[in-house]
Antibody
Framework: QVQLRESGPGLVKPSETLSLTCTVS????????WNWIRQPPGKGLEWIGY???????NYNPSLKSRVTISIDTSKNHFSLELSSVTAADTAVYYC??????????????WGHGTMVTVSS | DIVMTQSPDSLAVSLGERATINCKSS????????????LTWYQHKPGQPPKVLIY???TRGSGVPDRFSGSGSGTDFTLTISSLQAEDVAVYYC?????????FGQGTKVEIK
């Protein structure tokens, strides 16, 4: 059974870098897109970006200048870095696996989410 | 970017009654090479990650009750809950992955009247 688990600091200071890791258990990272998605309090879901097992990435243009998503296949985890954070980056951050579009393109496996608050 | 607009923002439906949520994309998300609409519906309950209900606009996800159905093509899509149950109280999102930038609708909150 594939499981994803987010880890990282729950509190980040303004202007600093938010760093989260998603550990994949029960399967390898091959053949999928590994995503970060967030939900600010009281708001909807926002796709942040993805990395595949080859290290290719695609980011939401609204965050592209501040986002880096990377993968370590040897450790079966992938990571999110979001720089120069402000209070607007306060959100629940989810990692999620997406299957290829040819098979439905769904986010089929999600982590439980981790709350990150940006505050001094 | 493709903008996804849902309506209504919220609705209250009596138990056993039908709930209908609409989703409109700013451009067609029908992929011509395979005739599939690159649209997914998710159900999101508080404290849980979102769950897939419908993909390719009309295909029910694994284990999803048949009271959930999806319809539409091109730019206009609908999620229907044929007989609302108490456990269906949630926020519902449509999501497109046609372009290189993937986007969600703003969400529709479904409550019991």
């Amino acid at each position: 059974q594939v499981q994803l688990r987010e880890s990282g600091p729950g509190l980040v200071k303004p202007s600093e870098t938010l760093s989260l890791t998603c550990t994949v258990s029960g399967d390898s990272t091959s053949g999928y897109y590994w995503n970060w998605i967030r939900q600010p309090p009281g708001k909807g879901l926002e796709w942040i970006g993805y990395v595949n097992n080859l290290g290719s990435t695609n980011y939401n243009p609204s965050l592209k200048s501040r986002v880096t998503i990377s993968i370590d296949t040897s450790k079966n985890h992938f990571s999110l870095e979001l720089s120069s954070v402000t209070a607007a980056d306060t959100a629940v951050y989810y990692c999620a696996r997406r299957i290829p579009a040819s098979a439905g393109g769904i986010f089929d496996i999600w982590g439980h989410g981790t709350m990150v608050t940006v505050s001094s | 970017d493709i903008v996804m607009t849902q309506s209504p923002d919220s609705l209250a439906v009596s138990l056993g009654e039908r709930a209908t949520i609409n989703c409109k994309s700013s451009q067609s998300i029908l992929y011509s090479s395979n005739n599939k609409n690159y649209l997914t519906w998710y159900q999101h309950k508080p404290g849980q990650p979102p769950k897939v209900l419908i993909y390719w606009a009309t295909t029910r996800g694994s284990g999803v009750p048949d009271r959930f159905s999806g319809s539409g093509s091109g730019t206009d899509f609908t999620l229907t809950i044929s007989s609302l149950q108490a456990e269906d109280v949630a926020v519902y999102y449509c999501h497109q992955y046609y372009g290189t930038t993937w986007t969600f609708g703003q969400g529709t909150k479904v409550e019991i009247k």
